[in-house]
């Protein structure tokens, strides 16, 4: 039924990864049936068929960018929207079976991202160790608790799955990563305006028009809503052709945001709807703050310039 919250999740598996670490910050997740995907296709698929109620997939890291296969999955085949991001430091950490020593390590699984991450950590403490690239953090960290490797670089969540202890915490060369993940259902009524929103759309532009993506811009621009992300993915039509997936500040029921859809999708080849969601508050000091729309574009602005035109029309 539609509005009925979810409680069958899929994510971005295997067990014991940030994905996993990420859905279990979701109250109804905690409470709900948590099932771990090999890949971003699969655990949407399994939304799309009926399996799932969500899915929680990478969207984009702050360090190694957006994730591809997602902004793909989401632009093509049968449609999903986003109902909640959720953002989540990237806290790595070094651990190894208990009684192992930093001085005893000579090898040291991790995911290629991971490992990258971490380059300058492991250079300054662990310069003579082999590194050993595997498929997740969860499997890097299976492998060191089954003595395959001295030590795995991992998430906080694979550590007490595997027995390791931690050698050493927060060992990233950038302290602020952060990873923003996507919470994703079948189409329906988006969540209520919070005031504090994020509409996310995959614009296809039409090719044949200059200008076309400064006209899109636009649309957004004099309507005061601020566009937080642009990123652009090939079709796979032909060399040169791309979607732009837009993140703006708003809701699909605001004026003025509804406004700009609207122009978006009278010049575009097409527009696809992504989602209005809310604003992951996950730093309150110094988090990203909603840009205020400037003066006459504000949605009461709008509707003070709606009632002068109805009172025009009136005669009055």
Same mark, same amino acid.
């Given at each position: 039924?539609?509005?009925?919250?979810?409680?069958?999740?899929?994510?971005?598996?295997?067990?014991?990864?940030?994905?996993?670490?990420?859905?279990?910050?979701?109250?109804?997740?905690?409470?709900?049936?948590?099932?771990?995907?090999?890949?971003?296709?699969?655990?949407?698929?399994?939304?799309?068929?009926?399996?799932? &109620?969500?899915?929680?997939?990478?969207?984009?890291?702050?360090?190694?960018?957006? $994730? +591809? *296969?997602? @902004?793909?999955? !989401?632009? =093509?085949?049968?449609?999903?929207?986003?109902?909640?991001?959720?953002?989540?430091?990237?806290?790595?950490?070094?651990?190894?079976?208990?009684?192992?020593?930093?001085?005893?390590?000579?090898?040291?699984?991790?995911?290629?991202?991971?490992?990258?991450?971490?380059?300058?950590?492991?250079?300054?403490?662990?310069?003579?160790?082999?590194v050993v690239d595997v498929l997740s953090n969860a499997t890097a960290a299976t492998g060191a608790a089954e003595?395959?490797?001295?030590?795995?670089?991992?998430?906080?969540?694979?550590?007490?799955?595997?027995?390791?202890?931690?050698?050493?915490?927060?060992?990233?060369?950038?302290?602020?990563?952060?990873?923003?993940?996507?919470?994703?259902?079948?189409?329906?009524?988006?969540?209520?305006?919070?005031? &504090?929103?994020?509409?996310?759309?995959?614009?296809?532009?039409?090719?044949?028009? $200059? +200008? *076309?993506? @400064?006209?899109? !811009?636009? =649309?957004?621009?004099?309507?005061?809503?601020?566009?937080?992300?642009?990123?652009?993915?090939?079709?796979?039509?032909?060399?040169?052709?791309?979607?732009?997936?837009?993140?703006?500040?708003?809701?699909?029921?605001?004026?003025?945001?509804?406004?700009?859809?609207?122009?978006?999708?009278?010049?575009?080849a097409d527009v696809r709807f992504l989602g209005s969601y809310p604003r992951h508050r996950w730093n309150e000091?110094?988090?990203?703050?909603?840009?205020?729309?400037?003066?006459?574009?504000?949605?009461?602005?709008?509707?003070?310039?709606?009632?002068?035109?109805?009172?025009?029309?009136?005669?009055?």
């Open positions: 039924m539609p509005g009925t919250p979810p409680t069958r999740f899929a994510f971005l598996g295997p067990e014991g990864t940030f994905s996993e670490q990420a859905l279990r910050t979701i109250p109804a997740a905690e409470h709900g049936t948590r099932t771990p995907a090999r890949s971003v296709p699969e655990a949407l698929d399994s939304v799309r068929a009926g399996d799932s &109620d969500a899915a929680l997939v990478p969207l984009e890291n702050s360090v190694g960018g957006a $994730v +591809g *296969v997602t @902004l793909d999955e !989401l632009a =093509e085949g049968e449609p999903l929207v986003i109902t909640r991001e959720v953002i989540l430091p990237v806290d790595f950490v070094l651990g190894a079976r208990p009684g192992t020593t930093i001085a005893a390590i000579r090898s040291v699984a991790a995911h290629p991202q991971a490992s990258t991450q971490c380059r300058q950590w492991l250079r300054s403490h662990l310069p003579d160790a082999a003595g395959r490797y001295d030590a795995a670089i991992c998430a906080p969540i694979g550590l007490a799955r595997h027995r390791l202890a931690v050698l050493a915490d927060k060992i990233s060369d950038h302290p602020d990563a952060v990873t923003r993940f996507a919470l994703v259902s079948r189409p329906g009524p988006p969540p209520p305006p919070t005031g &504090d929103d994020v509409t996310s759309l995959a614009v296809y532009i039409a090719h044949d028009r $200059v +200008g *076309v993506l @400064l006209s899109v !811009l636009m =649309e957004l621009a004099v309507r005061g809503v601020n566009l937080t992300r642009i990123e652009s993915r090939p079709t796979g039509e032909a060399l040169g052709r791309y979607v732009f997936f837009l993140d703006c500040t708003g809701h699909v029921a605001d004026v003025r945001l509804g406004e700009a859809l609207q122009g978006l999708r009278r010049i575009c000091a110094g988090g990203d703050r909603p840009v205020p729309a400037p003066a006459g574009l504000s949605d009461t602005d709008y509707a003070d310039a709606a009632a002068w035109l109805a009172r025009l029309r009136r005669g009055e």
